[in-house]
């Protein structure tokens, strides 16, 4: 159930942002900036979004949790892009869902690339890339490679599968952010970590939070399938049918506004549906 009141910490774009009282011990160390964010030097900090404000005192972490639809970049984010021609030294790439037109993918930035043996992607390429590059006054710039080890790590091109549009809020819990969300809630007490207490009616549950990726765990547990996810909003999935890459896809999308237990039912109900039971 969602209510219609809108929730305590919420922030627009331009509102003051008061940064709470800081250990003694830590207030010479640095506070990290999250999405939804920007910094006015030399001390302020306004939002750029719509969005849930989140203050992460131990971890010295401040963001906007929001599900808007259009993606800024930031440095480190893996996305998912569309390659859409090929110059000199660079494929052009669109980033679905992103503010700009262009990403830049150098022909070198894969594993162990060199000019002969660089990956040939044509027009419509999808590749899973790592945002290496951000700027507002220039275009991004993208790498297929991990940058601590240099190997792909799974960035490269995606072959085959299909892409599924989701809400960048979505896109951000599937990559485990709903976890650190989830975790922040519980230390400050706002939700319960699912564990058991003692009551007048025996063991009752104490009440919990979706981190987002129950919907994954499910399904991983049920079904074969490869999976790639951005942070521009887009999943890509590929199986060895058609039909368990529809239902994962359709899964995912469905889960969004789920409990747990609600995302486990819908994996269940979706398999029975495509009739892909074991």
């Given at each position: 159930?969602?209510?219609?009141?809108?929730?305590?910490?919420?922030?627009?774009?331009?509102?003051?942002?008061?940064?709470?009282s800081?250990?003694?011990a830590?207030?010479?160390?640095?506070?990290?900036?999250?999405?939804?964010?920007?910094?006015?030097?030399?001390?302020t900090?306004?939002?750029?979004?719509?969005?849930?404000?989140?203050?992460?005192?131990?971890?010295?972490?401040?963001?906007?949790?929001?599900?808007?639809?259009?993606?800024?970049?930031?440095?480190?984010?893996?996305?998912?892009?569309?390659?859409?021609?090929?110059?000199?030294?660079?494929?052009?790439?669109?980033?679905?869902?992103?503010?700009?037109?262009?990403?830049?993918?150098?022909?070198?930035?894969?594993?162990n690339?060199?000019?002969?043996?660089?990956?040939?992607l044509?027009?419509?390429?999808?590749?899973?890339?790592?945002?290496?590059l951000?700027?507002?006054?220039?275009?991004?710039?993208?790498?297929?490679?991990?940058?601590?080890t240099?190997?792909?790590?799974?960035?490269?091109?995606?072959?085959?599968?299909?892409?599924?549009?989701?809400?960048?809020?979505?896109?951000?819990?599937?990559?485990?952010?709903?976890?650190?969300?989830?975790?922040?809630?519980i230390?400050?007490?706002?939700?319960?970590?699912?564990?058991?207490?003692?009551?007048?009616?025996?063991?009752?549950?104490?009440p919990?939070?979706?981190?987002?990726?129950?919907?994954?765990?499910?399904?991983?547990?049920?079904?074969?399938?490869?999976?790639?996810?951005?942070?521009?909003?887009?999943?890509?999935?590929?199986?060895?049918?058609?039909?368990?890459?529809?239902?994962?896809?359709?899964?995912?999308?469905?889960?969004?506004?789920?409990?747990?237990?609600e995302?486990?039912?819908?994996?269940?109900?979706?398999?029975?549906?495509?009739?892909?039971?074991?």
């Amino acid at each position: 159930m969602y209510s219609d009141e809108p929730p305590a910490n919420l922030v627009l774009p331009g509102d003051p942002i008061v940064i709470p009282s800081l250990p003694a011990a830590a207030k010479n160390a640095s506070i990290k900036i999250g999405p939804g964010l920007t910094h006015i030097p030399p001390s302020t900090i306004i939002p750029v979004s719509a969005g849930e404000l989140n203050i992460d005192e131990k971890k010295r972490l401040i963001w906007a949790e929001s599900g808007g639809k259009r993606y800024t970049p930031h440095p480190q984010d893996p996305v998912i892009a569309i390659v859409t021609r090929s110059a000199a030294d660079f494929y052009h790439c669109t980033i679905p869902s992103s503010r700009g037109n262009t990403a830049l993918l150098p022909h070198l930035a894969f594993e162990n690339a060199t000019k002969k043996t660089r990956p040939q992607l044509n027009n419509g390429s999808v590749v899973f890339a790592r945002i290496s590059l951000a700027s507002k006054h220039m275009d991004p710039e993208l790498e297929c490679f991990d940058a601590e080890t240099g190997k792909a790590g799974g960035y490269g091109e995606l072959k085959n599968g299909m892409l599924f549009a989701v809400s960048l809020g979505l896109a951000r819990r599937l990559l485990g952010d709903g976890k650190k969300l989830r975790q922040l809630r519980i230390r400050k007490g706002e939700v319960g970590s699912g564990k058991k207490v003692e009551s007048g009616d025996g063991d009752t549950p104490l009440p919990g939070m979706s981190t987002g990726m129950e919907v994954l765990d499910e399904l991983g547990s049920r079904l074969a399938f490869e999976l790639a996810v951005g942070r521009n909003g887009r999943v890509w999935v590929d199986s060895e049918s058609v039909k368990t890459t529809l239902c994962v896809g359709r899964c995912i999308q469905e889960s969004e506004f789920l409990t747990g237990e609600e995302q486990k039912r819908l994996v269940r109900d979706k398999i029975r549906e495509f009739e892909l039971s074991r």
